[in-house]
């Protein structure tokens, strides 16, 4: 393995050559625990057990990105890329197994440069969401870029993965509306589209972060919103009929106007629909009187304000959590809670048996919720060969299962809880392939084998196959141009299809 021909100390004395040595953290650094924590989201990733890298490098150009990928070439030493550090199995800092490794942490990359009249922009990969929906919206209020919910998600691995928010069935995932990058390869070169080619530039739009090189930046189309937009989030317990309105909001959800995302979250004997709507309030209520009569959706529910403010909400109650300025760019994450997350996708409804079952599930323990995100609209009519994301045309929605516990404390009984729920839903759920979202990291469903040090196609494809259906095969060719040495890598990277399989 490279563990065993790596050189830490030779790799560590490249970096001090090409690379000013404030910005490259050792482990006996007083920083370097400091730096590794700095985005760290889970406490069960950032324990005295979990394997740390050996360095931490934080680039603030380019050239420094490359330096390190040139240095880990030379001397053996792998490199795991960090941009906002919101991974749900922390790929971007540790390793499940032992192995000796760098991060490269992008956080000081994270420059944005917003075109106006092009309406495009130029965002670095260490730039979180929050920041750039705030430096888009400064520059004109009625510009915005599809993207996700939580303001501290990293630019570099959000859209590495895809990239579903409250646009999307307007405007489509992040992917579909990134129109160039800049991209280190394994040789340690810095590439445009041009230069990386289209196989090369189609595989970083949604094939997953960590297997294609290092993006640097990307260039994005902005798409334009309203002076005001319209906000409500309306709550429905089992009593108030809940699951027959969850029933119901399977049919209605994915064939609303596009201009209009409502998602779902249930928790406990509840469920809550979170929308935004791009548009009125008097529009929304007749759209909602004619398409969804069973919420009673009224005026007094309607709560305008500006895109802006919009993306500042909570994302699981779209409730207030101080002004867009304060909270768009506080990079800052608390170790409160650890976290384990699952997805699944849906193409037939769900019966309404199912619902209450499912209801019963959420009796049994109160510590997890599933967020349901509609599809159809302009993501249902990308095709799936468009891009690596395949959860296209006749999905209903995506489920996100996520179980929460304090990080004091055991999570087994809610990781217990979440496994035999999933098994449960497995009946309900998209089969052959059981679909799952490669944002929506799960090692349960596979990790890559590594023979001859190679990661092999065959232990790829077990999870490959559900992340990104018929593209995993042509992402696992692009790997093969790309990087057949398989130098990016993680347990869940794409691997290298050699000898023309
Ligand atoms: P992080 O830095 O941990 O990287 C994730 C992966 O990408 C790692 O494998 C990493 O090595 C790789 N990577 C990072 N930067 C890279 C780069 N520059 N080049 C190449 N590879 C790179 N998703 C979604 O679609 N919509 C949503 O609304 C949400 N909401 C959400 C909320 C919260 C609280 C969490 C924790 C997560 C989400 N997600 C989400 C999932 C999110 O999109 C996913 O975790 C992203 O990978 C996070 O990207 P980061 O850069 O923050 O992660």
């Not at 941009?83 to 000081?108: M, N, T």
């Not at 309030?281 to 403010?309: I, K, Q, W």
Request: with cysteine; net charge neutral; proline share 5%.
């Amino acid at each position: 393995s490279v563990s065993s021909l790596a050189s830490p100390d030779e790799f560590l004395q490249c970096l001090s050559d090409k690379i000013p040595g404030e910005l490259v953290y050792r482990q006996s650094s007083s920083s370097f625990a400091d730096v590794l924590v700095s985005s760290i989201r889970f406490p069960n990733f950032f324990t005295n057990t979990t394997v740390r890298p050996l360095c931490i490098v934080t680039p603030t150009a380019a050239c420094h990105v490359q330096a390190a990928v040139r240095c880990g070439r030379r001397q053996g030493v792998r490199l795991r890329v960090r941009s906002g550090g919101h991974d749900y199995e922390g790929l971007s800092y540790r390793s499940v197994r032992a192995e000796v490794f760098g991060v490269v942490d992008l956080a000081r990359l994270r420059s944005i440069t917003v075109d106006e009249h092009e309406s495009t922009a130029w965002v670095d990969s260490g730039a979180t969401v929050g920041e750039l929906y705030y430096a888009i919206a400064k520059n004109n209020s009625q510009l915005a870029f599809p993207a996700g919910e939580c303001p501290t998600l990293g630019v570099g691995g959000h859209f590495s993965g895809g990239g579903i928010g409250m646009l999307m069935r307007k405007y489509g995932l992040s992917v579909d509306n990134v129109l160039d990058a800049k991209l280190v390869n394994a040789e340690g070169e810095l590439l445009d589209r041009a230069a990386m080619g289209e196989e090369h530039f189609w595989a970083i739009r949604g094939g997953g972060g960590g297997s294609f090189g290092i993006v640097v930046s990307w260039k994005i189309r902005l798409v334009t919103v309203p002076p005001t937009v319209t906000v409500f989030s309306i709550a429905k317990t089992v009593d108030q009929g809940a699951v027959d309105v969850v029933t119901r909001w399977q049919a209605v959800g994915p064939s609303l106007p596009d201009e209009l995302t409502m998602r779902v979250k249930v928790q406990g004997q509840e469920a809550v629909f979170l929308a935004v709507y791009l548009g009125t309030c008097t529009s929304l209520v007749a759209t909602m009187g004619r398409d969804f009569p069973e919420l009673h959706m009224t005026s007094a529910d309607c709560r305008p304000m500006t895109y802006l403010e919009s993306t500042a909400l909570s994302f699981t109650t779209l409730a207030k959590t101080g002004t867009p300025e304060e909270v768009l760019l506080n990079r800052s994450s608390s170790l409160g809670f650890s976290v384990k997350g699952k997805s699944d996708y849906v193409r037939q409804p769900i019966s309404r048996d199912a619902w209450e079952d499912i209801f019963d599930w959420f009796k049994k323990n109160g510590s997890g919720l599933i967020m349901l995100e509609p599809h159809g609209g302009f993501i249902g009519r990308v095709s799936t060969a468009a891009t690596p994301y395949p959860h296209r045309r006749g999905v209903l929605y995506v489920i996100q299962y996520l179980v929460f516990w304090p990080a004091a404390i055991n999570g087994g009984t809610a990781q217990t809880w979440l496994d035999k729920f999933y098994d449960f839903m497995g009946r309900h759920v998209t089969t052959n392939p059981r679909e799952a979202y490669v944002n929506f990291r799960d090692l349960d469903i596979g990790k890559n084998t590594v023979v001859d040090d190679v990661s092999t196609f065959e232990s790829g494809k077990v999870w490959g196959e559900r992340y990104f259906m018929g593209n995993y095969r042509r992402l696992a060719r692009v790997k093969a141009a790309v990087d057949p040495t398989d130098y990016f890598r993680n347990e869940q990277s794409t691997p290298p299809l050699l000898h023309g399989r």
